[in-house]
T-cell receptor, first 113, second 115 residues
Framework: DAGITQSPRHKVTETGTPVTLRCHQT?????MYWYRQDPGHGLRLIHYSYGVKDTDKGEVSDGYSVSRSKTEDFLLTLESATSSQTSVYFC????????????FGEGSRLTVL | DQQVKQNSPSLSVQEGRISILNCDYT??????FLWYKKYPAEGPTFLIS?????DKNEDGRFTVFLNKSAKHLSLHIVPSQPGDSAVYFCAARAFYGGSQGNLIFGKGTKLSVKP
């Protein structure tokens, strides 16, 4: 299994509070991704990174920010959580190359009350 | 607009029979397709892929077929086993001017294989 660790695995928070999810990899892969999974929507890309300090937006980036100060860590921050951000968040990594498949972490379940 | 469509939210088959999961896409720039399997409370795992230069790829019990003219691909599982019960996501990627695009996922199909 690819070495990907997400933390926390479960979190309950209140509307308006900041939340940071962490993804840590031991594979030295260049690309890192944050997805959210919601019923009826599948997996949707929030943000991704193609190197240290190099990040870009995905299809559902509003309300989220990311940072990557080291190859191994990719942080997803909700500056002010809303109930619509209740979801399961997955981090994924990939090595370089067009056909590079994604390796996913086990997910972080976030509930915003 | 949804670029990768899995129109069947669920599928139920008998153990030992064939499971066929379908996926349609709209973006003609997609040139690489993947299937992922997801069990509850786990992350998705890669299952099988196919390049647009092929029309079939086989790996054990799993075969993916690609029909580019119809913008359609399907995953065949033969024979189906109870352990195959999971959500299956179809995903596609385009290659734009030397840069890889990001994976676009469908909404998933939940497969139930009954003993």
């Amino acid at each position: 299994d690819a070495g990907i660790t997400q933390s926390p695995r479960h979190k309950v928070t209140e509307t308006g509070t900041p939340v940071t999810l962490r993804c840590h990899q031991t594979e030295n892969h260049r690309y890192m991704y944050w997805y959210r999974q919601d019923p009826g929507h599948g997996l949707r890309l929030i943000h991704y990174s193609y190197g240290v300090k190099d990040t870009d937006k995905g299809e559902v980036s509003d309300g989220y920010s990311v940072s990557r100060s080291k190859t191994e860590d990719f942080l997803l921050t909700l500056e002010s959580a809303t109930s619509s951000q209740t979801s399961v968040y997955f981090c994924a990594i990939s090595d370089s190359g067009h056909t590079g498949e994604l390796f996913f972490g086990e997910g972080s379940r976030l509930t915003v009350l | 607009d949804q670029q990768v469509k899995q129109n069947s939210p669920s599928l139920s088959v008998q153990e030992g029979r064939i499971s066929i999961l379908n996926c349609d896409y709209t973006n003609s720039m997609f040139d690489y397709f993947l299937w992922y399997k997801k069990y509850p409370a786990e992350g998705p795992t890669f299952l099988i892929s196919i390049s647009s230069i092929k029309d079939k790829n086989e790996d054990g019990r799993f075969t993916v077929f690609l029909n580019k003219s119809a913008k359609h691909l399907s995953l065949h599982i033969v024979p189906s086993q109870p352990g195959d019960s999971a959500v299956y996501f179809c995903a596609a990627r385009a290659f734009y001017g030397g840069s890889q695009g990001n994976l676009i996922f469908g909404k998933g199909t939940k497969l139930s294989v009954k003993p």
